[in-house]
C-alpha cells in the first residue's frame, strides 16, 4: 500500500527519489566520434534490438530473452561507455532529437532489466522517469529531463507542472523547439504506449508524420453511441495539441482518417458527444518462446554454404526475422588439435585460408548483434574472396573491423574456433554434409535437404506462434 501511494506522490512530482545514473561507473571509451557518427550509431543500435527483440508491431519487448542475450550483457556496456563521449549540444536540431528520441527508448529498456524482476508496470515503480538516467558527456539526464526537458521544449510536467530545467541549468542549451509528434514515438514500456522503431535523422521528419498519422488512428480505440474512448497521451499532453481541451480534440479530429471518426470528436469538442481517456499501463513484455531456433553449421569458404546464405538464409531472414531465433557456428569439417600452450592448430577443407575466414566469423559470432552477423556474414559470403574480405564487409557494415582481426588473430580467437568444433562435433546424426541447418535443434537427412532449398516453408511449418503475414 505504501508503496502504491509513493508511486501515486511521485507521478504527480510530489515524491522524489535517488537518481540512478546507469553508466556512472562505465569506462570511458577510447577515440572519439563527430555528432553525425553518434546520432547514426545510436540508431543503429536501435535497429539492432528491434530487429531481434522486439514484436514485428513494435508492441512488446522479449525481456528476459534480451537480458540473457549477448547483446545485451556486452553491447550494452558498450553503449553505456560510448554515451560518455557524446555532446548532444554539438548536434544539430534534426540531429539531437533523432538521438535522444532513440536515447529515450534505449535508457527505458534498460532501466527496466535493471531492476531485480520485471515490474507490473514502469507506472508501479517509484518515481521511474526521475530515477533512472544516463550520463551524456557532460550531462547527467534522466527520462523526463530527456522527453520534457529536451524534446517538448523544457515545458511544463503534465501532472507536477515543474520545469526540467531551471534559467540558470546548463542542460537548457540541449533544449529543442516544442513538437508534439515526439509523442507518437517515445515508449514508456507500457502497453498502449506508441510502437517501438528505430529512428534516423536522415528521415526523421517523414517518420514522425507517419509516426504522428499511426497515433491519431490508433489513439481512438472505440467509438460507440455513448461514449468516445481515446489514448491519454491526448489528455496528459493536450497542451502539445492546442490551447484548451477542445483544441486538443479538434486536433485529433483533423489528423483522423475516417470522416465519421473526425466527425465525432469534433461534436465531443462541441460537448454533443460524450469521451472518456484510457491507456493500459501493463508492462510490454513479449515473448521469443515461439520463436523457429534455427542453427547454421558452414564453412567460409564452402560453395554450398555460399549458395545457401545468398538463395536461401539471406532472403528468408529479411522476411521472418521476427520469428526467427538465429545462430551461426562456423566451422565446418575442419579439424581441431590443441597445443598444449592454449592454442589451437586447424585443418580446414578449403585450406588455411578457410580457417582464418571462420577465425573471424567466431569473433564476430561472439560480439555482434545477430543482426549485424547477418549482414556482415553475407557480404563475407558473397564476395570473390569471403575468408578475406572481412575488412571490405565491416566498412560496409559499419563496424569497426579492428577489434575483430585482433581477436581472429589471438588465442582468444582461437578458442572460440575451437568451440565451435566442439558443438559441430556434437550434432547427431553425424554431419556429413556442410551447410547444417538444424531447426529447433533437430536434423535429419530429409530435414536438411528441406532446408537447403526451402527455408522458409521448413520454418514456417515449425512456427507455433500467431499467423505470420510473410507464412500464408
Not at 510536467?157 to 530545467?165: Q, R
Not at 564452402?302 to 538465429?326: A, H, M, T
Not at 549485424?372 to 578475406?388: G, H, R
Request: hydrophobic fraction near 40%; charge should be negative.
Amino acid at each position: 500500500m505504501l508503496s502504491k501511494f509513493l508511486s501515486l506522490l511521485a507521478w504527480a512530482g510530489l515524491y522524489r527519489v535517488g537518481l540512478e545514473i546507469l553508466n556512472a561507473e562505465a569506462p570511458f571509451p577510447r577515440g572519439s566520434v563527430t555528432p553525425s557518427e553518434a546520432v547514426d550509431w545510436t540508431s543503429r543500435f536501435m535497429q539492432q534490438l528491434v530487429d531481434g527483440w522486439v514484436s514485428q508491431d513494435g508492441r512488446q519487448v522479449a525481456y528476459s530473452a534480451l537480458e540473457q542475450s549477448p547483446f545485451y550483457t556486452r553491447n550494452f556496456p558498450e553503449f553505456r561507455s560510448f554515451l560518455l563521449s557524446v555532446d548532444p549540444a554539438r548536434m544539430q536540431e534534426a540531429e539531437r532529437k533523432t538521438f535522444f528520441i532513440n536515447v529515450y527508448n534505449l535508457l527505458t529498456i534498460d532501466a527496466i532489466l535493471r531492476m531485480d524482476s520485471l515490474p507490473r508496470s514502469t507506472l508501479s515503480v517509484t518515481q521511474f522517469w526521475r530515477r533512472y538516467g544516463y550520463q551524456v558527456g557532460p550531462y547527467k539526464l534522466h527520462l523526463d529531463d530527456i522527453e520534457h526537458g529536451i524534446l517538448r521544449g523544457n515545458r511544463a510536467h503534465p501532472t507536477s507542472g515543474d520545469v526540467m530545467f531551471a534559467s540558470d541549468d546548463p542542460r537548457r542549451v540541449l533544449t529543442l523547439p516544442a513538437d508534439h509528434r515526439i509523442h507518437s514515438v517515445l515508449n514508456c514500456g507500457a502497453a498502449s504506449c506508441p510502437p517501438l522503431d528505430s529512428y534516423f535523422a536522415s528521415d526523421l521528419d517523414q517518420t514522425l508524420d507517419t509516426s504522428m498519422a499511426n497515433l491519431c488512428r490508433d489513439g481512438v480505440t472505440s467509438i460507440n453511441k455513448s461514449t468516445i474512448i481515446i489514448s491519454s497521451i491526448f489528455e496528459w499532453f493536450r497542451s502539445d495539441f492546442g490551447a484548451t481541451e477542445q483544441d486538443a480534440l479538434r486536433f485529433l479530429a483533423t489528423c483522423a482518417d475516417d470522416p465519421a471518426r473526425s466527425a465525432a470528436l469534433n461534436a465531443a469538442a462541441d460537448g454533443k458527444r460524450r469521451y472518456t481517456y484510457y491507456y493500459d499501463w501493463s508492462l510490454n513484455n513479449g515473448t521469443v518462446a515461439d520463436r523457429v531456433k534455427v542453427s547454421v553449421y558452414f564453412e567460409s569458404m564452402c560453395s554450398d554454404s555460399i549458395r545457401f546464405f545468398k538463395n536461401q538464409l539471406y532472403p528468408v531472414w529479411q522476411e521472418l526475422r521476427d520469428i526467427i531465433d538465429l545462430e551461426f557456428i562456423p566451422f565446418g569439417k575442419a579439424r581441431a588439435t590443441p597445443t598444449g600452450t592454449g592454442d589451437y592448430e586447424f585443418q580446414c577443407q578449403h585450406g588455411p585460408v578457410e580457417c582464418y575466414g571462420n577465425r573471424v566469423m567466431s569473433c564476430a559470432q561472439n560480439s555482434l548483434p545477430i543482426g549485424t552477423q547477418v549482414e556482415f556474414f553475407q557480404c563475407m559470403m558473397t564476395k570473390p574472396s569471403p575468408a578475406f574480405s572481412g575488412m571490405e564487409c565491416s566498412e560496409e557494415v559499419g563496424i569497426a573491423w579492428a577489434p575483430l582481426q585482433e581477436c581472429a588473430e589471438s588465442v582468444k580467437g582461437a578458442a572460440m574456433l575451437y568451440t565451435n568444433g566442439v558443438r559441430t562435433a556434437s550434432l547427431r546424426p553425424w554431419v556429413n554434409f556442410i551447410p547444417t541447418i538444424t531447426i529447433n535443434g533437430i536434423y535429419d537427412k530429409r530435414r536438411l535437404s528441406v532446408s537447403l532449398r526451402a527455408l522458409k516453408s521448413q520454418i514456417c511449418a515449425s512456427y507455433e506462434g500467431p499467423p505470420h503475414q510473410n507464412c500464408l
